[in-house]
């Protein structure tokens, strides 16, 4: 059961238009490093974890994950806001405005749409973590990245802010994987 | 004691700190057998854990030369609203944290202090300006649908 908390996790004020970035942005909303792909991915994980620490990391983080698909697409839709046409051609949102008009849409930065290809569960808890701490640490990869493309203070916060939670959930689910290695005498990890 | 409208206690913490028989609890309750206090609470950054995202000194790693920025409430709205989501954040650290960590004493000390922070800025906000849950008891307050009286979040902060 999830509830509906009225705000953002970090509070999102994006004041100047920019459809180039939310171009590339929008990667960490559909892509494969992406927020949709990570909470869906451990929130898919979860069943078989094998004891109530596993099953309690992976809803909780999966769960976070849910408040970054929120916190990207608010910056996605504040960035488009008030776009013309000619804005969007000129930022090659042509495309995107001919499927989708000024609605969002998960792809990555190249236009390639979301799949749940991304969710990559093998059933193997420690496959499946071992999964977890790489995509973790590519989505930190990938928002250092988007820092580097943009100069808008309003928009580097929140990456800033996102890429360390990055580093965070890794540093947690590194852990799990650690114990359970021990835990379950895994030789093979 | 209780002297808000919906009767929230207002200190739960502190009233359960103080209260003898609650230590005394704790310290010969058998559940809390091979638990240990965390010495490092200082590990903790409680004022700027939202701000830089990590609530956690030993894991915060800067990118490049980018500081954070310390978040600037730009009315008592605001001040109250960031004053909830700073305690959502260091909640929700704890939270990933005590997952793995269960047996950590000193940090769930932490986080009961900090959900207590959270329960009476929430019931502070939610009276003035509205419900952020829908399941608030503010929702329905005078006898009117108060859930979309308030922006969304993705419409910004005013």
Known sequence: MWKYEKTTQYPINIKRKDLRLAKYLVTQYGGSNGELAAAFRYLNQRYTMPDEKGRALLTDIGTEELAHVEMISTMIYQLMKGASIEELKKAGLDAHYAEHGYGLYPTDANGVPFTVAYFATTGDFMADLSEDMAAEQKARAVYENLIDLTDDPDVIDVLLYLRQREIVHFTRFSELYHEYRKKYKIKNA | ?158
């Open chain 2, 1 to 158: 004691m209780n002297n808000n409208y919906y009767n929230i206690p207002n200190d739960w913490y502190n009233d359960m700190m103080n209260d003898p028989f609650m230590n005394n609890f704790v310290n010969t309750n058998p559940n809390y057998e091979n638990n240990y206090m965390n010495k490092n609470t200082n590990n903790i950054n409680y004022e700027e854990g939202l701000d830089r995202g990590n609530l956690f000194n030993n894991l915060y790693n800067e990118y490049k030369n980018y500081k954070y920025r310390k978040l600037r409430a730009n009315n008592p709205k605001e001040e109250l609203l960031y004053t909830i989501l700073k305690h959502k954040f260091l909640l929700n650290d704890l939270n990933l944290y005590l997952d793995i960590y269960p047996n950590d004493r000193g940090y769930i000390m932490e986080y009961n202090k900090y959900l207590n922070n959270l329960k009476k800025a929430m019931n502070e906000y939610e009276s003035k300006y509205g419900p952020l849950t829908v399941d608030s008891e503010y929702v329905t307050k005078n006898n009117v649908w108060n859930w979309n009286n308030n922006l969304w979040p993705w419409e910004g902060i005013k």
